[in-house]
């Protein structure tokens, strides 16, 4: 996105420098974030000066990056790295990269992100990177099960974060109904709007202002609801008089998550939550579907990066109960993490700590134990949905077939861009195992076939045993198969086998006891006979007991 959203809502707080007297008119807008025309100040400035200093550099830098100009930003970090070289600051090397694979230079970011980490000297950042690198690289290779598709309802300006309401869809835009531009960008501030929602296709129709009281004078922004949706709990600027700007000590106004309830069509009874703060900035607010948590982003002392994900314990009737917990270091990093999701068992967010194909890439991570907020090692969801832009703000609905997200990949419509994606089912197999013996001697039979076949007789898969009688298969998740174990010259068994609904899981000791024929042969008044057990039938039936 144009990186007065993200830096913005994503609370990116400028600290003022000290800079040279000149360029004085540059160096003033860059402080007061007005960053597209900060960039036009300093090109003048540097068509007259030849020997600039690397601060300006690096100003002029990073204001091509917060407007999501890659190219022009990767020009000058490229003159402040050859100045500077290993003494380039760390917030400098991480943008440096990120524009980097911004303009898809992957090769490039890689070469500068190893220098970085060997500069760094953390091994675990260095195995990270490793094995994430390494994720990614095999799942370009694989299909992906995931099908995006554009909007028509997408303006010009920016509309992103796209969030389930009932059978609507509650977003934020700068689309034309809003009001008063925002320096950083040129834009109007951020308002929630809302569109009913095409079950067919995704697209949103119908759209308009939400709660239109709710609207101030600057942002409004990333909404999330109770599971009744009665209460909403969204990202504003801290105001006071309703629209005076609150400005902690720096002169940083900071943003808060208000909590409200809806009824008749307005918001009333709003109030802030307790860990907000005029020091530090909190917003990009998520329910997980039961209400008992709620995820959010943070600046505040005491994170890993610019940005981390916190979770909060919530009450039945929607209060805090908690203090905020930091999702710890498997989720957060040294970077930013926004726009947390929490669905079935999965938190979806955006990052660009983690390996990545762009800026913001959105990646996954599964919760490790029903009931309690940890989760294992991210995974990134690869193209389309991640591109080598800004991806963000994704949703899915609770079948797990569909949903949004937000880009401000080139091939959109405008600014930031909502986009509609469909997903297949993932591939989920079990391993199934056993052994087959001989039925007297229990010794292991080598050679024997196992056969797999579906409800409907179809042969799925088969297998033959080893010297130690063993057997492994892997069929599909939940269905009912037909096992069967035969060799030459032995009885044929079959066995019922359900698989679950878990991916991976593993189900053992599916044994099969064959009978050798030659021992199926007694002697009887000097006559071989086959020794087999009568079949019984009921009286008057035909039926086999």
């Given at each position: ?270 109030e802030s939550l307790p860990f907000n703060s005029v020091d530090y900035s909190v ?220 991916n991976g899981d593993k189900i053992t000791d599916i044994n099969f006891e064959l009978t050798n024929f ?28």
């Amino acid at each position: 996105m144009r990186r007065k959203i993200l830096y913005t809502l994503g609370f990116i707080c400028c600290a003022t420098v000290v800079f040279a007297q000149q360029p004085k008119k540059a160096d003033r807008l860059f402080r007061d974030l007005a960053y597209i025309e900060a960039a036009k100040a300093y090109e003048a400035y540097l068509e007259r000066e030849s020997s600039p200093s690397v601060e300006t550099l690096g100003n002029v830098a990073d204001s091509y990056y917060f407007v999501s100009n890659d190219s022009s930003a990767v020009r000058y970090y490229k003159k402040v790295y050859e100045l500077q070289k290993d003494a380039m600051s760390e917030t400098h090397f991480h943008r440096y990269i990120q524009a980097l694979r911004g303009t898809r230079d992957y090769e490039g970011a890689d070469k500068l992100m190893k220098t970085y980490l060997k500069r760094k000297g953390d091994e675990n950042e260095i195995s990270r990177y490793a094995r994430e690198k390494s994720y990614l690289d095999s799942l370009e290779q694989t299909e992906s099960l995931f099908t995006v598709y554009d909007l028509e309802s997408n303006t010009p300006r920016s509309d992103f974060g796209a969030t389930f309401y009932g059978d609507k869809v509650v977003f934020s835009s700068t689309r034309k109904k809003s009001y008063t531009l925002y320096v950083w960008n040129q834009q109007p501030f951020l308002d929630l709007y809302m569109g009913e929602r095409n079950a067919t296709d995704g697209e949103l129709f119908n759209v308009d202002l939400f709660l239109s009281n709710i609207r101030s004078k600057y942002h409004d922004a990333t909404i999330t609801f109770s599971p009744d949706l009665s209460s909403i709990y969204y990202t504003t600027n801290i105001l006071k008089n309703k629209n005076k700007l609150v400005k902690d000590d720096s002169g940083t106004n900071n943003f808060h998550i208000i909590k409200g309830t809806i009824e008749d069509g307005k918001i009333i009874k709003t109030e802030s939550l307790p860990f907000n703060s005029v020091d530090y900035s909190v917003g990009h607010p998520c329910m997980s579907p039961d209400g008992k948590w709620l995820f959010f982003v943070s600046d505040m002392p005491g994170g890993y990066g610019d940005t981390d994900i916190y979770v909060a314990e919530m009450s039945e009737d929607g209060s805090v109960v908690s203090e905020p917990q930091n999702l710890g270091p498997v989720i957060n990093t040294g970077g930013k993490e926004m726009f947390p999701y929490f669905r079935e068992g999965i938190l979806y967010f955006s990052s660009d700590g983690h390996y990545g194909l762009g800026r913001l890439d959105v990646f996954k991570s599964e919760q490790k134990e029903e009931g309690k907020p940890e989760f294992g090692e991210p995974k990134n969801l690869g193209n389309p949905v991640n591109s080598n832009k800004d991806d963000f703000s994704f949703v899915i609905d609770s079948t797990e077939t569909h949903g949004y997200f937000s880009s401000n990949r080139l091939e959109g419509m405008g600014d930031d861009d909502i986009y509609y994606y469909t997903k297949e089912k993932e591939p989920c197999d079990q391993l199934v195992s056993g052994k087959v013996t001989n039925k007297n001697t229990k010794l292991a039979l080598e050679g024997a076939t196992v056969k797999v076949f579906d409800e409907f007789g179809d042969l799925v898969t088969q297998t033959t045993t080893g010297a130690d009688g063993m057997y492994e298969v892997e069929v599909p998740c939940e269905n009912t198969y037909k096992f069967q174990a035969s060799k030459p010259n032995y009885t044929t068994e079959e066995r019922e086998v359900i698989t679950t609904e878990e991916n991976g899981d593993k189900i053992t000791d599916i044994n099969f006891e064959l009978t050798n024929f030659d021992d199926l042969i007694v002697k009887e008044d000097n006559q071989e006979k086959i020794d087999v057990n009568p079949i019984y039938f009921e009286f008057d039936k035909a039926d086999i007991t």
